[in-house]
């Protein structure tokens, strides 16, 4: 098992909250002393579990909804293109208006 300030794994993590399931508190902080974690963080990788494993169904997306996604998403790429576009013509054809002004007031400085 991993000790303090090694990353645990998620099948480390689930196999803890297996072991220490059946356990009273008194054992459960023992083992969690043993194992250099927090009981806080024994239950929080309990409840992580719980919840993943409650409503899986609910967790996917269906198919209709990721096309979908995968749509709004090509538009909103091409919605952004355009604007890309847009503002090098904008910031393009600042530039040429000042160079363009440039040249116009060239001899009235001297």
Do not use: F
Not at 56 to 72: G, H, I, L, N
């Amino acid at each position: 098992m991993p000790a303090r300030g090694r990353a645990w794994t998620a099948p480390a993590k689930l196999q803890a909250v297996i072991t220490t399931a059946a356990l009273s508190e008194i054992d459960k902080n023992a083992w969690c002393r043993e194992h250099g974690i927090y009981p806080a963080e024994l239950e929080q990788w309990c409840t992580s579990a719980t919840t993943a494993l409650a409503e899986p169904q609910d967790a996917r997306a269906s198919p209709k909804v990721t096309s979908k996604d995968r749509k709004r998403i090509k538009d909103l790429e091409r919605e952004l293109l355009r604007k890309d576009r847009a503002l090098a013509e904008t910031a393009a054809l600042l530039v040429l208006s000042k160079k363009v002004a440039a040249i116009y007031h060239w001899g009235e400085d001297a």
